[in-house]
């Protein structure tokens, strides 16, 4: 069975350069290196990067790296003057469309693979000969509801300085995702097969495409992560998060715990943060500095650095406000590492209610603050929870069986296509 995929990351394409992309290469490198071990499968990937060659074949997966289009002025002044035509993203279509339709046509795939909707990947099923089945990772025309947290306005996110490139840039990525809610919604309402894995996912696609076909998929975690890692509960209270800078990632929400636990519960704790965090915006907003609140911003660690963090930790923290199922959790739970999540989008399909964590609402810093000192003040119950989650983890990010459950939906959707 020929596999071709559409991948918003280059996957294990540069690791001869010592490079596993972005954080070791995350979730699509790990199932990349198992589907190649597969004898029923050979594996191509298409993604976008300048300056390579059309095609290359490394260790027995045959790589396209697609080179980006580049706008005219003319194109950048009309994206300004008519910012609110979502249509106006159509003027890349068709790039995209051609240099998609040349790497189909060398490789000659039985089924294409299209892994999320944010980007411009999703646009190969226009142009796909064979059955297209789309993973669906998050989905911006749900996410865009909450790009600014409560209280925040659209004028304040964007004039939170007078710098006018910043000002521009903040304006350009709003519109950028507005556009590209336009275009996921065409490119769901092509396909017909999609794949989830959680509840939320499987009403919002058929919310936005009533004719699809809904898969089941599961997801394989980083390697360093289901390895043997010894947990150890700190005598001190210590939270592990990891984030990003975008204000649907809750970092003001963490500000507001941290000032509960610290300024109202009196608590000692230490609040580790790692990743691409840049905190500017959301402490003016709530007036919260995080170095007087016990934050810490770590940047972006190494898998194994994050796996030691988090096996040391006494609870993890997710604290967005909007996700499908998140991987830190999921990485946390595999660790054994008791979880509090904000209840949103597909991550009650992770969490089991006082079994494997626990959820918390967006807008309640104080019972947020509650179940992280209960989970941590229990020495007994941080462990059996952090057991149970484990075990759980284990049996739905087991590799054999997620790797055989794909290659049954692939084998599924071509028959299914075959008999139309």
């Known amino acids: ?31 990349e290196d198992e589907l190649v071990r597969q004898d029923a499968i050979e594996l191509g990937i298409c993604f976008c990067q300048n300056g390579q060659p059309f095609k290359s074949e490394r260790n027995g997966v045959v790589y396209y790296p697609v080179p980006l289009p580049q706008k005219t ?15 106006r993203d159509e003027i890349l279509w068709d790039h995209y469309k051609t240099v998609f339709k040349k790497a189909i046509d060398d490789f000659k795939p039985d089924i294409i693979h299209i892994f999320g909707s944010e980007l411009y990947m999703g646009l190969a099923t226009f142009v796909a000969p064979c059955p297209v089945v789309l993973h669906i990772q998050g989905l911006l025309s749900l996410y865009i509801y909450i790009w600014f947290p409560s209280g925040v306005s659209k004028t304040s996110y964007l004039f939170q300085d007078w710098n006018p490139k910043k000002i521009f840039d903040r304006f350009q990525l709003y519109t950028f995702w507005k556009r590209s809610c336009y275009r996921e919604q065409k490119v769901l309402s092509h396909t017909k097969h999609v794949i989830g894995r959680t509840h939320w996912d499987e009403l919002a696609t058929e919310i936005l495409n009533p004719e699809r076909v809904y898969h089941y998929g599961g997801e394989i975690l980083r390697k360093e992560f289901y390895q043997e890692h010894k947990r150890v509960i700190p005598k001190r209270l210590t939270i592990v998060t990891t984030s990003s800078s975008p204000t649907y990632k809750g970092f003001d929400y963490v500000l507001q715990i941290a000032n509960v636990l610290k300024n109202v519960m009196h608590r000692d704790f230490e609040w580790l943060i790692y990743g691409n965090v840049v905190p500017t915006f959301q402490q003016k907003f709530t007036g919260l500095q995080h170095n007087e609140l016990n934050i810490k911003l770590m940047g972006v660690a190494s898998a194994i650095k994050l796996c030691d963090a988090i096996s040391n930790a006494t609870v993890y923290f997710q604290p967005s406000y909007i996700e499908n199922s998140p991987n830190s959790v999921c990485e946390a739970q595999i660790l054994g590492v008791p979880v509090v999540a904000t209840n949103v989008g597909g991550t009650a399909s992770l969490i089991s209610e006082g079994e494997t964590g626990f959820l918390v609402p967006t807008n309640d810093p104080y019972t947020a603050a509650y179940r992280i000192t209960r989970i941590g003040d229990d020495r007994d119950w941080n462990l059996r929870i952090g057991r149970q989650s484990q075990k759980v983890a284990r049996d739905r990010h087991n590799h054999k069986e997620i790797v055989s459950s794909l290659i049954k939906t692939y084998q599924d959707i071509i028959n299914s296509s075959e008999n139309i």
């Open 1 to 31: 069975m020929r596999v071709l995929w559409f991948t918003n990351t280059p996957c294990d394409y540069n690791s001869g350069k010592g490079i596993r992309g972005y954080n070791g290469g995350g979730w699509l490198t790990s199932l």
């Open 73 to 87: 002025k003319k194109d950048k002044i009309l994206d300004i003057i008519h910012h609110g035509d979502l249509k």
